[in-house]
């Protein structure tokens, strides 16, 4: 079993920055891409970004390039997002992911095969 949790949300103001992290533990299967989703009240799970294997290469949805950015620290066992000029519409809960697939560009929540609690940002305006 992978066992994820997330941490490093709250209540930022517009314009602010957060930075979140995501502890993996656990080795059932051989962790590949890992991602981020998020999801709003009422809405569907969505893709924000993923990070290849070794970390040199990741996907970023649309409504977020350019003002998140997706690393992974493989020692620690850690991926992180960091979120710099948030906007109102950023607020959701965000999850982290992970796949046994090294296919970071796959956006779909069901390509991933463990997740976390979710952490909740709230981005005020």
């Known amino acids: 079993q992978v066992t994820m949790v997330e941490s490093g949300g709250g209540l930022v103001q517009t314009g602010g920055s957060l930075r979140l992290s995501c502890d993996t533990s656990?080795?059932?299967?051989?962790?590949?891409?890992l991602g981020w989703f998020r999801q709003r009240p009422g809405e569907e799970r969505k893709f924000v970004a993923a990070v290849s294997p070794r970390g040199g290469s990741s996907n970023y949805a649309d409504f977020v390039q350019g003002r998140f950015t997706i690393s992974r620290d493989n020692a620690k066992n850690t991926v992180y997002l960091q979120m710099n000029s948030l906007k109102p519409e950023d607020t959701a809960v965000y999850f982290c992911?992970?796949?046994?697939?090294?296919?970071?560009?796959?956006?779909?929540?069901?390509?991933?095969?463990?997740w976390g609690q979710g952490t909740q940002v709230t981005v005020s305006s």
């Open positions: 656990g080795r059932s299967f051989q962790i590949g891409a």
């Open positions: 992911a992970a796949s046994r697939s090294s296919n970071y560009y796959n956006e779909n929540p069901r390509a991933y095969d463990a």
